[in-house]
């Protein structure tokens, strides 16, 4: 192993669900502390931590964290990035690796959100009694419902609609289909919020939200953590060979914002942030979309699934219908996407998302992902996007040792 | 008459109600927030652009579930006006997939959005079929 390689020495992700009894305290401290003890290492070897809970995010939650499991004077960095919070506080820790200021960082994320509704565009103000222009559209009133929607079943539905108008072959059926798939594979992953497989006649009935995704189409607000210590090659290098052969190579992290774009401030534009986070990846570590064995994506959305197919390259531009109707995200097929079962069924704990993903795939390439473990697997991708933009993707391979 | 003014400062109401844009003196990119600068290209002189007022379809949702308040379901799309992207309702519409379709011609339309304490209305606009 080089020297200046970034290596992943420790990694943790708590069951994603409905916590009652644990706030968000005590989720990053069992993440954190799993994570540690996953690696062999503990508080006092650590030189960074970088913490985020979004809806807390005015809160010092690293310090927080500090306070439960150890108060080492570390530098501390809190940090907040939309869904993309926990990749961006792996990228952190990672930088500060990187930048040899620290031998070993840990990276936390952490979210209470069970039972909570719609996280935007769940409210709307009353109108006020005169119509006054206000803000940066000159509006009288309140905008939600009368030019557009706010909520982010619908803007992600208009995401994978506009797909469809540019290169056809998209239908609900189509994007229900590919949330059955994700609701399949759930049923394998204990720490999956929901484990229920569901037909698609039961998934295109449900309970319509933002045409065409219905309720299990889209993710699930659930409580959870996950945490991650990072190394240098240097170091894992005079760390013990069961500590060498465990840990997973990053091969390349990445963090892109969303350029401008025509249309990107009157509909997100996620796809040209994760296409430049996916190529910058790609070139980082050596590897071809052809070279990996499993791929976690952000399918916040069922009609979000489909287009980060085409955007990571997994398929030729324009060709994500026909890569699923090739039966090759499924965890059978030629390249398992979300065998996790996805933030639709494993839930969407937002801080603690970007790198659960990391512990999903990591996981596979240290070989103990159970009863569905994807067999050989060597490289594999985890993909996130936080709405506003940004997108991480990271590429790891398992270690040679 | 009753006094009206538009639901945002970028509807240009009157005779021939359309949108306007603030356009990019530089790059041409456009916007309809105010601006300090543009976002393409940094530049920060811009003139306003009317907006054609027919489209197509680029990507629609039929909304479900929303704020209370907010009358569901409803149709929020882009529209691609002859290479501006508008965000807007599509109105005068059933909204089913039935009747909505990627591709479909619309023009703009205005409506009343209500009058306020001062009897003044406010004037909203959507996208409509091109029958």
Known sequence: ?401 | MTATIPLVDYLVLGDQPHLEAHECEACGARFFDRRNACAHCSGTTFRPAAIPTEGEVRAFTIVAFAAPGIDVPYVAAVVDCAGTSVRANLINVAPDPEHVHLGMKVRLATYPVGADSDGTEAIGFGFEPIS
């Open chain 1, 1 to 401: 192993m080089a020297s200046d390689d970034l290596w992943i020495l420790g990694i943790h992700m708590t069951k994603f669900g409905k916590h009652t009894d644990l706030d968000v305290i005590d989720l990053a401290s069992e993440a954190a502390m799993g994570a540690l003890a996953d690696g062999g290492v503990t508080m006092a070897d650590m030189g960074v931590l970088a913490a985020g809970c979004l809806m807390q995010a005015n809160a010092p939650i690293g310090q927080m964290l500090q306070k439960q499991i150890g108060q080492t004077g570390i530098p501390v960095y809190n940090v907040s990035n939309a869904c993309a919070t926990g990749a961006t506080a792996l990228r952190v820790a990672a930088m500060a690796v990187k930048a040899g200021e620290a031998d070993f960082g840990l990276a936390v994320g952490v979210e209470k959100l069970a039972g909570a509704g719609l996280l935007a565009g769940g409210s709307r103000k009353d109108d006020a009694p005169t119509w006054t222009p206000k803000g940066r559209y000159g509006a009288v009133a309140p905008v939600d419902g009368r030019i557009g929607t706010e909520i982010m079943p619908g803007v992600f539905a208009q995401i994978g609609m506009e797909y469809g108008h540019r290169y056809g072959g998209t239908s609900f059926e189509l994007f229900a289909r590919i949330s059955e798939k994700n609701h399949a594979h759930s049923t394998l992953n204990p720490l999956a919020a929901y484990q229920k497989r569901f037909t698609l006649e039961e998934i295109m009935g449900d309970l319509m939200i933002a045409y065409p995704n219905t309720r299990p189409m889209c993710s699930a607000n659930t409580d959870g953590a996950a945490a991650v210590v990072v190394t240098s090659g240097a170091k894992l290098r005079t760390l013990s060979l069961e500590q060498q052969r465990r840990a997973v190579k990053v091969s390349a992290s990445i963090l892109t914002s969303d350029p401008w774009t025509e249309s990107c401030q009157v509909l997100p534009d996620v796809n040209t942030l994760t296409r430049n986070a996916a190529t910058a990846a790609y070139e980082a570590s050596g590897v071809s979309p052809a070279d990996l064995d499993l791929v976690e994506l952000h399918d916040c959305f069922a009609t979000a699934e489909l287009v980060h197919y085409d955007n990571l390259m997994l398929c030729p531009d324009g060709g994500a219908v026909d890569f699923f109707e090739s039966g090759a995200p499924f965890r059978d097929g030629r390249l398992p996407v979300n065998v996790s079962g996805g933030l639709q069924s494993k839930g969407h704990p937002i801080a603690a998302t970007g790198i659960a993903n990391i512990w999903e795939v990591a996981t596979h390439l240290r070989g103990e992902a159970g009863d569905r473990q994807i067999e050989g697997a060597k490289v594999g991708l985890a993909h996130v996007i936080g709405l506003g933009s940004a997108c991480g993707v990271h590429i790891l391979e398992k270690a040679a040792v």
